[in-house]
Structures are given as structure tokens and as C-alpha cells.
């Protein structure tokens, strides 16, 4: 009986959320299953993902083979470099203790990694909403300015024909009357 490490599929449309489990190759997908591992979320950034490392060792260990997703996934959290280990101690190449030290440097480099890229994407998240709240202000200022232009009243503007040279007959008529006046 061949046995795989695979995602069996649940959710909503459009909204996929996939379990880890160990189930025999002929059994389809969504079917029945040996042992849940745990579960995947591709729709989080990065993807969430969460299993049990021991059971998923102990399975790879024993020979299931993995899909490429969930190879990749096992890759990612390392139990494929534990596996190479320990295949190295079970033929005498380390020692159990050089073994496990060399897999606890590694897990810590790679979660600073994702630690380092969580925090990229919420500096670059918060980058962002900064620069849309200043647009949004510079649009209010300016909507703000067009509509207070808007609503001032015009300048009076007074024109005199005087400057170019001609006179109107009431401005000859007032100018008459206050020198009759005087």
C-alpha cells in the first residue's frame, strides 16, 4: 500500500483552506485519510502553515512519499533537512547531539527569516496607508481651497473708460455738477 503525504481540500469557494494528512495513494482527494497532520492556508501573506513536525517525521521516516506542494511545505519547516540528518546519524556520519544542533541553527535562521519578512511586509503595509492618508489630505486641502474660491464673493472690478481715452456723458454730466456746485 503506497502511501502519500498530501492536502485534501475544504473551505468555501474561492476561500480554499487545505488539510495535511497521510491517506493511501488510490483514496481520492477529499476522501478518506489515515492521520490529519495539520493544515495550510495559501490565502494569508506568507501562506500559514501548521502541522505537527514530529508526526510529519515520523511519517516521512516511515517511507510516505509527499505531493510537490506538500515537499515544499515539509522543506520550508525543515523536516526534510531533519530527515537528512538523521539519516546521516543512522549511518554513523554525526552523532544524535551534532545532529539536533545543527537542526536547531537552522530553524533559527529561518524563523528570522519569516520573522524579517512579516515585518518587511507590515513596514511596507504601514508605508503605504501613510502615503494614501496624505493624498487624501492634499485632495481635501485642495478641495477645500476650490471650494472656498468658490464661494468668495467676486471683486468688484470698476471700469473706467476714462483710461482709454473716452468719456462717457454721465461721467461728463457728474463732473459738470460738482463744478456748478463749487
Same mark, same amino acid.
Given at each position: 500500500?503506497? #502511501?502519500?503525504?498530501?492536502? +485534501?481540500?475544504?473551505?468555501?469557494?474561492?476561500?480554499?483552506?487545505?488539510?495535511? &494528512? &497521510?491517506? @493511501?495513494?488510490?483514496? /481520492?482527494?477529499?476522501?478518506?485519510?489515515?492521520? $490529519?497532520?495539520?493544515?495550510?492556508?495559501?490565502? %494569508?501573506? /506568507?501562506?500559514?502553515?501548521?502541522?505537527?513536525?514530529?508526526?510529519?517525521? @515520523?511519517? #516521512?521516516?516511515?517511507?510516505?512519499?509527499?505531493?510537490?506542494?506538500?515537499?515544499?511545505?515539509?522543506?520550508?519547516?525543515?523536516?526534510?533537512?531533519?530527515?537528512?540528518?538523521?539519516?546521516? #546519524?543512522?549511518?554513523?556520519?554525526?552523532?544524535?547531539?551534532?545532529?539536533?544542533? $545543527?537542526?536547531?541553527?537552522?530553524?533559527?535562521?529561518?524563523?528570522? $527569516?519569516?520573522?524579517?519578512?512579516?515585518?518587511?511586509?507590515?513596514?511596507?503595509?504601514? @508605508?503605504?496607508?501613510?502615503?494614501?492618508?496624505?493624498?487624501?489630505?492634499? &485632495?481635501?486641502?485642495?478641495?477645500? +481651497?476650490?471650494?472656498?474660491?468658490?464661494?468668495?464673493?467676486? /471683486?468688484? &472690478?470698476?471700469?473706467?473708460?476714462?483710461?482709454?481715452?473716452?468719456? %462717457?456723458?454721465?461721467?461728463?454730466?457728474?463732473?459738470?455738477?460738482?463744478?456748478?456746485?463749487?
Amino acid at each position: 500500500m503506497a #502511501v502519500k503525504i498530501r492536502l +485534501a481540500r475544504r473551505g468555501r469557494k474561492k476561500a480554499a483552506m487545505y488539510d495535511i &494528512v &497521510v491517506a @493511501d495513494a488510490r483514496a /481520492p482527494r477529499d476522501g478518506r485519510f489515515i492521520e $490529519k497532520l495539520g493544515t495550510y492556508n495559501p490565502l %494569508t501573506n /506568507p501562506a500559514t502553515i501548521n502541522f505537527s513536525m514530529e508526526k510529519a517525521f @515520523d511519517w #516521512v521516516m516511515k517511507g510516505a512519499e509527499p505531493t510537490e506542494t506538500v515537499r515544499a511545505m515539509l522543506s520550508y519547516r525543515g523536516i526534510l533537512y531533519k530527515k537528512h540528518l538523521q539519516i546521516g #546519524v543512522n549511518k554513523g556520519a554525526l552523532t544524535q547531539e551534532a545532529a539536533d544542533a $545543527k537542526f536547531q541553527e537552522w530553524t533559527e535562521s529561518k524563523e528570522a $527569516k519569516i520573522t524579517g519578512k512579516k515585518e518587511s511586509l507590515s513596514q511596507k503595509k504601514a @508605508d503605504a496607508r501613510k502615503a494614501a492618508l496624505a493624498a487624501e489630505a492634499k &485632495v481635501n486641502a485642495d478641495r477645500a +481651497a476650490a471650494i472656498a474660491k468658490k464661494n468668495a464673493p467676486a /471683486p468688484v &472690478v470698476a471700469e473706467t473708460t476714462e483710461e482709454a481715452g473716452e468719456e %462717457t456723458p454721465a461721467a461728463t454730466e457728474g463732473e459738470a455738477t460738482e463744478e456748478t456746485e463749487a
